[in-house]
């Protein structure tokens, strides 16, 4: 019995929650919705991200060092658009609230309620590889940090030229160009260099603020498997999200 307990909370102790998974069961149900939701989880902020199935969703994450297994979400909150199938969504966010513990399983991790019991399965999410070509093009801005843009005026987007390593676009009222650059040896860095704007004044020009202040911040970026573009500030976090126009 103690061997068994020992091997038990070493296996727990072992486990890497770091990175992003695929929501691929929600309380015994398997998820079928055509883009599965995942789960980001960011242990040394503290805090979780990914998309519950339509939305994209935040929160905080507090996990017991000292107890392995223990863990807890808080303040999960989600964006607002309407989809065809917000019930996983629903079922997504409900069963996150319930989690307080979590173990390894053969295909994954099971995060468990209270009582140990399987609430949500999860598989490791791969994330694409990525090189400064995938960059290549227009892409609409959808959103800064959190924020949707929509049913603005003058839609707000980048577009690159790799070959020039150059960037023009909007900022929602404004034109914008300049210049990026990366760090020798990798591939996802990303950082955009002297951006100036045209000089009219908006009806709103607060957003054109924050889309200039995220650009200002970004330092990578990422494709996710929907072919999303998400650009990262220093700290891990997306500060601007990119579609292809």
């Known amino acids: 019995m103690m061997n068994s307990c020992g091997t038990g909370s070493k296996a727990i102790s072992s486990v890497d929650l770091a990175g992003e998974w695929n ?6 149900e398997k998820i079928t919705a055509e883009n599965l939701p ?3 989880m960011d242990m040394k902020e503290k805090r ?32 607002r658009m309407m989809c065809p199938d917000m019930e996983t969504e629903r079922k997504v966010v409900e069963a996150l609230d319930k ?4 173990e390894e399983t053969k295909s994954g991790l099971s995060l468990n309620d209270s009582e ?10 791969l994330q694409p590889e990525v090189s400064v070509k995938d960059l290549e093009g227009e892409w609409n801005i959808v959103s800064v940090y ?6 603005m005026e003058k839609a707000p987007f980048l577009a690159f030229n790799v070959a020039e390593k150059r960037v023009h676009g909007n900022a929602g009222c404004n034109v914008i ?8 040896d ?54 601007i999200t990119l579609s292809r126009k």
């Open 23 to 28: 929501i691929v069961e929600v309380n015994g």
């Open 186 to 239: 990798k591939a996802s860095s990303l950082r955009f260099t002297q951006m100036i704007s045209t000089m009219m004044s908006c009806p709103d020009m607060d957003i054109e603020r924050q889309v200039l202040g995220a650009l200002d911040k970004v330092r990578s970026f990422s494709l996710d498997e929907n072919g999303t573009m998400l650009l990262v500030d220093g700290e891990g976090t997306t500060v």
């Open 99 to 102: 989690v307080a513990g979590y």
């Open 146 to 151: 959190n924020f949707e843009l929509g049913g």
């Open 177 to 184: 160009n300049g210049g990026f650059e990366q760090e020798a």
């Open 48 to 79: 979780i991200y990914g998309n519950a199935g339509c939305n994209r969703m935040m929160g905080s994450l507090d996990f017991d060092s000292i107890q392995p297994g223990k863990i807890h979400f808080a303040s999960v909150a989600t964006t």
């Open 38 to 40: 995942y789960l980001g």
């Open 116 to 125: 140990g019991k399987q609430i949500m399965k999860l598989e490791k999410r």
